[in-house]
């Protein structure tokens, strides 16, 4: 049965207190190793409230670890250290090692322990689709490709498992409470909203500043965390607020910024799949409003550029030399690796490589259906890879000529799931999404009797759907934020269609 009372509202005071608190967070979690008793301090703050988790109410504690989350960078790099013996680290609970065991599991952790402490795990039917295929197919194919207990199975099967469990259980953990108290999910989007804000603005002072890792010799990209896709969801949101709820000064103060951010971090995968959901944002208002929509997002697109070349020049060089590959691609002098010169291979040569090499590695096991599953690999036999890209590969697969990860969703997930697999690892984005975008298509979701700030976060949450799918998958951060996506969609689709996202509900298995 449909639900047509609206969700609640978002004031401006939530996101603001949100922005204020993850603020305070992202300086905590940005205190480098080599700031001495300070470094030791801020790492003892967040294993505190990390502990504090396991203690908190289950909706505060879930909100909390969220939050810590968002607000800690997973990647880092500088080359500022004193002492070049010391690897660059800063108090993040993403670099937090127990030992063996990895930052990402120990969230896991974490979230485990919020599941174990929900009584009742609620799962949507598309969801138990690919549970069941993470559970039976790749574990096959793994023993029968040989790559479940290969010579490197302990880290590359890990983290392949990696995958399925982070952003199920991070999905079941979100959508269990959302289902069980609505309200929630108006809480988790503004932390979401505010959150990022403020870890985005951290790293607008480091581009401004010209400090952090950098894309190029002395020129700073802001950051490396594998979040920071998230600045497309700003991009939007920033337009929504001046498009949808005419808040033009405070648009422009959320547009410009993060447009600057999002061509400094000078990666092309994210200003595809930012133009992607510009694309889905079109589509989402309607000819009328996409005419405005485009204007604004051009003019204030300029000015983001404009602001880049005025703050840091050096960066805006390099991305622009960046940027021009798309178009005008590289020469065969270039070459990082031996493929064919055509026009993708141009672009980037190294994710060309890839996708010829796992087609013809997948094709030889006549495993385009089903994938490679757990562990698979690829063999570089048709364009080799040079042993000197080693910030591409891990040594152990420049070593033995097996290859475990590509570099895009794609590609990664053909390789380990095949056609088969891919259909129901799209679908966990595609259905919600798509359920989204016929209620925004359909209903009139922006009337004066409707929360206005809610439904526009969602809208954007919409748009952000691509970036979020084909650019924030590789980590457990960015797993963890899907998770949390993937069920707001679920669940606002759920609240006002019923049966569009169709609903299992049982029991807690682990109680």
């Known amino acids: 049965m449909t639900d047509e009372k609206p969700l609640a509202d978002i004031s401006d005071r939530r996101i603001i207190q949100y922005f204020a608190c993850g603020f305070s967070l992202v300086v905590v979690s940005d205190i480098p190793n080599n700031w001495g008793i300070w470094f030791f301090v801020a790492r003892g703050i967040l294993v505190f409230l990390l502990v504090a988790t396991y203690l908190m109410p289950t909706r505060q504690s879930v909100l ?125 989007i503004a932390a979401f909203t505010g959150v990022l804000l403020a870890r985005h603005m951290a790293d607008l002072i480091y581009l401004v500043a010209n400090v952090g890792p950098a894309i190029a010799t002395g020129v700073s990209r802001a950051s490396e965390d594998s979040a920071k896709g998230g600045v497309a969801f700003l991009v939007f949101f920033g337009l929504s607020l001046i498009l949808i709820q005419r808040r033009l000064l405070l648009g422009i103060a959320v547009t410009i910024p ?7 971090y000078g990666t092309r995968n994210l200003w595809i799949t930012f133009l ?100 698979g690999y690829y063999e570089d036999t048709i364009a080799y890879f040079p042993f000197d890209l080693k910030s591409s590969f891990p040594e152990h697969s420049l070593d033995t000529g097996k290859y475990y990860m590509t570099h895009s969703f794609s590609t990664q997930m053909f390789l380990k799931h095949g056609l088969i697999g891919m259909f129901f690892i799209y679908a966990l984005w595609i259905i919600p999404g798509y359920a989204l975008f016929k209620i925004f298509r359909n209903r009139n979701m922006f009337a004066a009797d409707k929360p206005i700030m809610f439904n526009s976060a969602m809208f954007c949450i919409a748009a952000f759907l691509p970036t979020a799918m084909l650019q924030t998958f590789w980590s457990g951060k960015g797993l963890f934020i899907n998770g949390m996506i993937i069920a707001s969609c679920a669940e606002f689709a759920r609240h006002y269609t019923g049966t569009r996202v169709c609903l299992r509900t049982g029991p807690n298995l682990l109680t």
């Open 64 to 188: 909390l670890l969220f939050m810590l989350a968002i607000a800690g960078q997973d990647i880092v790099s500088s080359g500022d250290l004193a002492d070049a013996s010391i690897e660059y680290a800063t108090a993040s609970i993403w670099q937090m090692h127990l030992g063996p065991i990895n930052p990402s599991w120990i969230i896991f952790g974490s979230i485990f322990w919020q599941l174990f402490r929900i009584r009742e795990m609620i799962v949507p039917t598309f969801v138990n689709r690919a549970i069941l295929w993470f559970i039976t197919v790749p574990v096959i194919t793994g023993l029968i490709y040989g790559g479940l207990f290969s010579e490197h199975a302990v880290v590359e099967v890990v983290q392949d498992l990696k995958f399925f469990i982070m952003l199920i259980a991070s999905f079941v953990l979100f959508y269990s409470l959302f289902k069980k108290d609505p309200r929630f999910l108006t809480i988790a």
């Open 258 to 264: 993060s447009v600057l951010l999002l061509v400094a």
């Open 276 to 375: 992607l959901g510009a694309v889905v944002s079109i589509l989402l208002l309607g000819l009328r409003r996409s005419v405005l929509f485009i204007s604004i997002a051009a003019v204030l697109s300029i000015g983001g550029i404009w602001a880049l070349v005025m703050v840091n020049p050096e960066s805006a060089a390099v991305v622009l030399a960046r940027s021009k590959s798309i178009t005008e691609g590289r020469g065969p002098e270039q070459f990082a690796v031996l493929v064919d010169y055509n026009l993708i291979s141009r672009i980037d040569q190294v994710r060309y490589a890839e996708i010829v090499n796992v087609f013809d590695s997948v094709g030889r096991r006549y495993a385009y259906l089903w994938g490679t599953g757990y562990g």
